[in-house]
C-alpha cells in the first residue's frame, strides 16, 4: 500500500511539474492572437483589444526575445522533489526547502513575464490602454463575485460541521 502512495504522489508530483512547465511554455509563448488557449491568469489580457499588424509584430519580438532570454525548466530540481516524495522517511523541512527553491523559480520566470507584459502594455495606445483597463476591472469585478460566493459558502459548511457535531 505505502508503494502504490508513493507512486500516485510521485505521479502526482510529476503531472504538477509537467502543467507547471506547460503553464510557463505557453505564457512565453504568449501571442495576442493566440490568448483564448491560454491557461495563465493573464492570458487573456488583450483580449477585445484590436491591435495593429505592427503592434503585434513588435508583440511577437519582445516574446522571441523572452523565450530566448528565459532559462530553461530546471529538472533536476523535480527529480530532487521526487526523491524527497518517496522516500523511506518523510523529511518535512527538506521538502519545505526544496519547495521554496522551487517557488523561488517560479516567481523569477513570474516577474520576468509581467516585465515582457509591461512592454507589450506600454506599445498599446491611449484608447487601447483604456479599453484594456475596463476589461481588467470587469474580470476583476467578476473575480469578487467569486471570491463573496466563496466566502458565503464557508459558514455553511462550518455549520454543518457544529450540527453534526452537536448532533452526536
Not at 508530483?13 to 512547465?21: D, G, K, P, R, T
Not at 527538506?94 to 513575464?113: I, L, S, T
Amino acid at each position: 500500500m505505502r508503494n502504490v502512495i508513493a507512486a500516485v504522489m510521485a505521479s502526482t508530483l510529476a503531472f504538477s511539474a509537467n502543467s507547471q512547465a506547460d503553464e510557463v511554455v505557453t505564457s512565453v509563448n504568449w501571442h495576442p492572437a493566440e490568448s483564448n488557449t491560454l491557461r495563465s491568469g493573464q492570458g487573456h489580457m488583450f483580449d477585445g483589444i484590436s491591435l495593429t499588424e505592427h503592434q503585434r509584430q513588435q508583440m511577437r519580438d519582445l516574446m522571441q526575445r523572452a523565450r530566448h532570454d528565459r532559462p530553461p525548466v530546471n529538472v533536476s530540481e523535480v527529480e530532487t522533489m521526487h526523491r524527497l516524495v518517496t522516500a523511506e522517511k518523510f523529511d518535512e523541512a527538506a521538502v519545505r526547502a526544496q519547495a521554496e527553491k522551487m517557488a523561488e523559480e517560479q516567481v523569477n520566470r513570474q516577474v520576468e513575464m509581467a516585465r515582457v507584459r509591461n512592454q507589450m502594455y506600454r506599445l498599446l495606445t491611449p484608447e487601447q490602454q483604456a479599453a484594456l483597463n475596463e476589461n481588467h476591472q470587469q474580470r476583476m469585478e467578476q473575480l469578487r463575485d467569486v471570491a463573496r460566493m466563496q466566502q458565503g459558502s464557508v459558514p455553511s459548511q462550518n455549520l454543518f460541521s457544529s450540527n453534526t457535531r452537536s448532533n452526536q
